[in-house]
């Protein structure tokens, strides 16, 4: 087991032991690639999709701020001396630009992908993203799209990142058709997924929860492979509880999980939303049906984050088998706080109080 | 010393091998040839004995008189033209010499143009469509450009551009349809007139917010330079939209990673409203271009001939080159800004008259041609006629046309239909068929 970097992170040392459990899911992979498996972290399994794409694409070019000597978090290291200073540059230090180019390299017929630094700094190109990326398609008749445009950012908590290193933005874009959203949380559905966003024909988001990138490993498949978009994973079957989130906090709720089990004989399904957008209500709803509790938590802020749309949509779906309250483990309404991270984020405690609260109802 | 020219070999021997790994796995799309060496960035080498600057950040002497640089906007950049305003040309040897046969098709699509604005314009007034942009006194800046152009040369417009799709071949109906939005519009119905687009005549669709297409079109020219085939993007914008941050990331994305770019700036003196003094405070659009590293100029965007040297030039020299050029073509908002907008309460109608009679580039060409025994009055009178006909037809047609089917308000949200969508789309008809009376059925085709 390696260290983790960050000493004083208590939730970065309880979610990095939960990893060896993950290596059962490579079992669990769609069309389960054949072939050898290597030890990654979750940038490496970044690394990987990253260069399977730029092997077995010409057009595929990879760009943002630092991308050339490797990336802040390393995501591209080698890729350059390999593919060649055309297919992995650096851009300037502009995030509209770097969106606003992803389009039009998507629009030329050439693979895109654009890294943006930090998920905080994504907003200058909201517009692009929004106005432009989501809506080519339907605004051009069909005529023109950037379905291959991918934006990669680091995303979520980090121990210490405060206001802009730390935060979860999807719930913006959730709202906003057109776009794909995906998260994961691991290396293994990090590559499958990433792979299948560059693939996928309509421009996508993916958000790599950072504070994984070195904690969480892996054996994860050289060969590329593909994890299904809009599809959730039940990570752990159980009759009592829902649990849902993606990202990091699907390893919080697990433990979650492990306690309501062992302290109150509460058996829980844990879900991996893993695609925020377009989501999938079916698997959820029917696992509502059968709990008849549902529990969905983020570090994003409570309200308008994701979990609003998904407890509006279960109660719609699902009212009469309700047994309680739909209830949201999330952020609170402030800006991500720096020294009172172990105070604002949704921990394993706050997660079995609410379900104690919805066993008790 | 020897550890600047120790680091250079390093890097030489890096660049080789970087090439002999890219060459293994080369297509034709890892030609060379027209990359400007920019290999792992080295910064000047370092040299303290010198007194000269040694920072990265930039190539200059020292000095120790300390001066502002003073903007000039007195005697700007000045504007290249061929013709003066009677469409005499001055200098021979700026005259492109086009065809008779070509600068007949020019003027004749630059009133074809007119025209049609002229029509569109009072259809509006009269409530058979919802809105409309005129082209008025600009018509120069569309169809000298897009002369110069390839055919394959892929375009992103702002929103005042029409000739260019025009010239290009666009037909009248396919106009009329976008505008009347009905079911014969490529673009299926779903936006405002005048956003046309056309993926045959390589015309991005146009899109409301203002320059969002600058650093997209940064992009798509990265993406043809990789491609290799002889093939230039050029961007068109007004000089109101280069306020915009998207323009400013456009032009030092295009410099920076050497796109064969051309932007064509039209700078027609108002932003709705807003005058130029109001937008911006130095010597134009121009002038910004040597800031980014771009090679710039102004020209008279009423002088045809002017625009389609320009542009050739650039177009030219951005393919070989692979690096952006800046055109800033000088010209006049004759018309509103839409027909939301009713240009009198800000600005006289003396200024408006003095353009549209004094100084447009429809008379201006027409004054070259019928100084060469080109065109003469018969020929004026027969062609505003035929031209008037065509478009009323065009415009009869498309009037008579129903509206797309409502099915089409759900696809293209993604290549493919979401379940979601779909549950929404069926909702959607069971409330229709509950309360179809309530609903303008049939305008629209089933």
Redesign the interface.
């Known amino acids: 087991m390696a260290t983790c970097p960050n000493a004083e992170c208590t939730k970065t040392i309880k979610i990095f032991a939960f990893f060896m459990c993950e290596v059962l899911h490579f079992f669990n992979l769609i069309g389960s690639p054949k072939g050898p498996t290597q030890k990654m972290n979750l940038f490496q399994s970044i690394t990987s999709a990253l260069d399977n794409t730029l092997a077995s694409d010409p057009t595929a070019v990879i760009f943002g701020e630092d991308v050339a000597f490797g990336g802040v978090f390393r995501c591209t290291v080698g890729l350059r001396d390999k593919y060649g200073k055309d297919r992995v540059f650096n851009t300037p230090l502009c995030e509209q630009g770097i969106v606003g180019f992803g389009i039009g390299v998507a629009v030329a017929g050439a693979t895109a992908i654009a890294e943006i630094q930090f998920a905080d700094y994504i907003f200058p190109a909201f517009d692009q993203i929004v106005n432009e990326a989501a809506k080519y398609r339907y605004r051009s008749g069909n005529l023109f799209d950037c379905g291959n445009l991918t934006i990669r950012a680091p995303w979520g908590c980090v121990g210490h990142g405060a206001l802009y290193h730390s935060q979860s933005p999807e719930a913006f874009f959730a709202h906003c058709p057109g776009l794909k959203i995906v998260i994961p949380r691991g290396p293994i559905q990090a590559k499958g997924l990433l792979l299948s966003c560059i693939a996928d024909k309509n421009p996508c988001i993916f958000f790599e929860p950072k504070i994984l990138y070195r904690a969480a490993v892996e054996q994860v498949p050289e060969e590329p492979y593909t994890i299904p978009l809009s599809q959730a994973e039940i990570l752990q079957e159980g009759s009592d509880v829902t649990l849902v989130s993606w990202g990091t906090q699907i390893h919080v709720l697990k433990e979650v999980a492990s306690m309501a089990q062992e302290k109150l004989g509460v058996s829980c399904e844990v879900i991996d939303l893993q695609t925020i957008l377009p989501w999938d209500i079916e698997t959820v709803c029917k696992s509502v049906v059968k709990t008849g509790r549902l529990l969905i938590s983020h570090e994003a802020p409570v309200t308008g984050g994701f979990a609003a749309e998904i407890s509006s949509t279960v109660q719609e779906e699902c009212f009469l088998n309700l047994e309680a309250p739909i209830s949201r483990v999330c952020g609170y309404d402030t800006p991500f706080p720096h020294i009172f991270e172990p105070f604002y984020t949704p921990d394993k405690w706050k997660c079995f109080e609410a379900i104690k609260k919805m066993i008790n109802y | 010393m020897a550890a600047v020219s120790s680091m250079s070999k390093m890097y030489g021997l890096?660049f080789h091998?970087?090439r002999q790994?890219?060459g293994l796995?080369a297509?034709r799309?890892?030609q060379r040839r027209g990359?400007r060496v920019?290999?792992v960035q080295l910064q000047q080498p370092f040299d303290s004995s010198l007194e000269k600057p040694q920072f990265p950040g930039a190539s200059a002497e020292f000095v120790d008189q300390l001066e502002f640089i003073q903007p000039n906007v007195i005697s700007g950049i000045p504007v290249y033209r061929v013709m003066d305003r009677q469409g005499n040309i001055i200098n021979p040897s700026q005259d492109p010499q086009l065809s008779k046969e070509t600068v007949l098709n020019f003027y004749q699509k630059m009133t074809l143009l007119n025209t049609m604005d002229r029509i569109l314009y009072e259809s509006q007034r009269q409530g058979r469509i919802s809105f409309y942009m005129t082209n008025y006194g600009e018509e120069g800046t569309h169809i000298g450009s897009a002369a110069a152009l390839d055919p394959n040369d892929?375009v992103?417009g702002q929103y005042r551009e029409a000739g260019v799709l025009m010239y290009r071949g666009f037909p009248l109906d396919h106009f009329m349809a976008q505008c009347y939005a009905n079911a014969d519009?490529?673009?299926?119905?779903?936006?405002m007139p005048v956003?046309y687009?056309?993926?045959d005549l390589n015309f991005?669709?146009i899109?409301s917010?203002l320059a969002?297409q600058?650093?997209?079109?940064?992009?798509?020219?990265?993406?043809?330079k990789?491609e290799n085939i002889n093939r230039a993007?050029i961007c068109y914008f007004g000089e109101g939209a280069a306020s915009e941050?998207?323009a400013?990331?456009?032009f030092?994305?295009s410099a920076?990673?050497e796109c064969p770019l051309i932007f064509f700036c039209r700078n027609n003196g108002y932003a709705i409203s807003t005058p130029t003094n109001e937008q911006y405070r130095g010597d134009g659009i121009a002038a910004r271009g040597p800031g980014y590293g771009m090679l710039s100029i102004r020209v008279d965007g009423n002088d045809v001939f002017a625009v389609y040297n320009a542009t050739k030039e650039a177009r030219r020299r951005a393919v070989a080159e692979n690096q952006p050029f800046l055109i800033e073509a000088m010209t006049y908002r004759i018309g509103h800004h839409s027909t939301s907008d009713d240009s009198s309460a800000y600005r006289s109608v003396d200024e408006v008259n003095y353009w549209d009679k004094q100084d447009h580039p429809i008379s201006r060409l027409r004054h070259y041609m019928t100084a060469r025994g080109w065109w003469s009055e018969d020929d004026e009178r027969s062609w505003r006629k035929q031209s008037r006909k065509t478009v009323m037809e065009a415009f009869e047609r498309a009037e008579r046309r129903l509206k797309p089917n409502p099915e089409l308000l759900f696809?293209?949200?993604?290549?493919?239909m979401?379940?979601?969508?779909n549950k929404q789309r069926e909702s959607l008809w069971r409330h229709v068929q509950q309360y179809k009376e309530h609903y303008p059925l049939d305008l629209y085709e089933k």
């Not at chain 2, 979401?418 to 969508?421: A, F, V, W, Y």
């Open positions: 890096c091998a970087v790994t890219a796995k297509s799309l890892l990359f920019t290999v892929l992103f519009d490529l673009g299926k119905g779903r936006q956003h687009g056309s993926k991005v669709t899109s917010p969002t600058i650093p997209q079109a940064a992009g798509a020219a990265y993406a043809v990789r993007v941050g998207d400013h990331a456009g030092n994305f920076t990673l696809t293209d949200v993604y290549q493919e979401t379940p979601s969508l």
